[in-house]
């Protein structure tokens, strides 16, 4: 994830006396920060020092990812943003916050605070997160739609750990890499699924 962009809503929500994830005034900045920014370099994600070789139920993730069946996947996402929930030793399942609307990864993530480990949101913050937990919790099935298996040997870079106070400026950056379809198409099809 790239320092300077998160860095600089950050700080400039620490200068506004804004605290982010904390409350729901505070989430809702934050989010209107990070869907001003319109543009990523992708290549400045590879310079983050929070990297890691594994994944841990829980947090958050970006990857670079290519499919064992991307002939025929309708579309897939190159640069997943994941909170995993389901690890085995071929990979892992998790929930991809890009195949959803702005509007509908907002509203996801309200219900996932309710399952954050602590309200410290620091380094040790989590989701305790199940498949059960996810079909509890929410009232609007967001995460059937974006409920994703990932293998392990097809993740093409290590994973960035996203720390849990930058969750919702992450959530809004223009970051996925959608192959075969529009976001505008693959948007409509997920509002397919969660309606049912």
Request: hydrophobic share 35%; glycine share 4%.
């Amino acid at each position: 994830m790239p320092a300077s962009i998160f860095e600089s809503i950050l700080n400039k929500g620490t200068k506004g006396g804004q605290v982010s994830a904390r409350e729901e005034t505070a989430r809702e900045w934050f989010r209107k920060q990070a869907q001003s920014v319109t543009q990523v370099n992708e290549k400045s994600l590879q310079d983050s020092e929070l990297v890691s070789a594994f994944v841990q139920i829980g947090f958050m993730y970006m990857f670079q990812y290519d499919p064992k069946y991307k002939a025929e996947l309708p579309y897939y996402d190159r640069l997943p943003l994941v909170f995993p929930f389901d690890v085995d030793s071929t990979g892992f399942t998790g929930i991809n916050f890009h195949y959803l609307d702005l509007r509908s990864r907002a509203q996801l993530m309200d219900y996932l605070y309710n399952v954050a480990s602590d309200d410290n949101f620091d380094k040790n913050t989590k989701l305790n997160l199940s498949y059960s937990i996810l079909k509890r919790l929410c009232k609007i099935p967001y995460y059937k739609a974006c409920t994703k298996k990932y293998l392990r040997n097809h993740v093409k870079s290590r994973y960035i750990l996203i720390p849990s106070k930058e969750w919702d400026v992450a959530i809004f950056l223009p970051l996925e890499r959608f192959a075969k379809k529009s976001k505008t198409a693959i948007f409509n099809d997920s509002r397919k699924i969660i309606t049912g």
